[in-house]
């Protein structure tokens, strides 16, 4: 069993190439699993054993969460990765399980954070200054961060991988490696180069081509709860709402593409989803905005 499931974690980092927090969840799952199977079952420590769940096992796992307070969220996860691993077992193992096939994972409300107000973005700037005005490369850089991921709508572990040979030279477009070490193209704006050149020019260390383009004050490479921490402190500078994140100016600049007319294709190739329909989240944000002016205009709305 534990074979199958060293192979199966491999499987997920060397072929799938899933980031490691995402194999983490993976192995916490399918450990839970294999944890309440035991008792279950009385046993269950053979790998053939997992051929003989039926759907009632399934079902008292899926239970035996909801009575340990995991969210819907949680166990729908944990259901996927428990399927990912049954088909694994099939094809390495041979171990055959229809039952798995009949379970439905917990309904979870797909849910987006909201736009940031382009107003709020604009006077984050400003922000920066007063928030760093004792540090001017510290300040730099974080608005090239926030100009950037709002500007190009990467996700924060997108922005911090890069280096400074990805923007040396002021190309066109930046090459983005993806979840997944999916590869995507995205066009960069004038003034998201403007503001990264300024911080490169006021940075006191770290030019080498190979790297980090985004440093610590302590001239290590910035993790992603540092660049969380530049928000959560503009946030908190300019009274602004709790779902104002890294994310949401992510959120932000997809809304303001949708908006402004871009299709669908077009934007899950720019942020990256592997589904439409993670992207298709977008339009129902874009038509509460429209049923919002139409309630508002519409001589007959009322």
Not at 95 to 102: A, F, K, Q, V, Y
Not at 155 to 182: F, H, V, W, Y
Not at 261 to 273: C, K, T, V, W
Request: charged letters at 25%; a positive charge.
């Amino acid at each position: 069993m534990k074979e199958a499931v060293t192979a199966f974690i491999g499987y997920l980092s060397q072929t799938k190439h899933y980031s490691a927090h995402t194999v983490a969840a993976y192995e916490s799952d399918i450990q839970d699993f294999l944890s309440f199977y035991a008792e279950y079952a009385g046993g269950g420590g053979a790998l053939a054993d997992l051929a003989r769940a039926d759907t009632l096992c399934f079902r008292a796992w899926l239970a035996s969460r909801a009575r340990r307070n995991f969210a819907h969220k949680s166990t729908a996860r944990a259901m996927s990765s428990l399927r990912a691993f049954y088909r694994f077992l099939r094809r390495q193992y041979g171990i055959l399980n229809d039952s798995i096939g009949l379970i439905s994972s917990p309904k979870v409300p797909r849910k987006l954070s909201k736009a940031i107000n382009s107003s709020d973005v604009a006077n984050m700037h400003d922000a920066i200054r007063e928030i760093d005005s004792e540090n001017a490369w510290i300040a730099a850089r974080d608005w090239a961060l926030v100009v950037l991921i709002f500007g190009c709508g990467l996700r924060i572990s997108e922005a911090l991988s890069l280096r400074n040979r990805d923007i040396a030279g002021r190309p066109e477009t930046l090459c983005i490696m993806g979840k997944g070490q999916k590869q995507r193209i995205i066009p960069i704006l004038p003034i998201v180069y403007d503001a990264i050149e300024k911080y490169i020019e006021l940075r006191p260390f770290g030019r080498a081509l190979d790297e980090p383009l985004f440093r610590s004050i302590r001239g290590l490479p910035m993790s992603p709860r540092m660049a969380e921490k530049v928000v959560e402190k503009l946030r908190n500078y300019l009274q602004l709402p709790d779902y104002v994140t890294p994310h949401a100016l992510r959120h932000t600049f997809a809304t303001a593409l949708l908006a402004g007319g871009a299709d669908l294709r077009s934007l899950q190739e720019l942020l990256g989803h592997a589904s439409l329909s993670t992207t298709q989240l977008y339009t129902r944000v874009n038509m509460s905005e429209i049923e919002n002016i139409y309630a508002h205009a519409h001589p007959r709305a009322g």
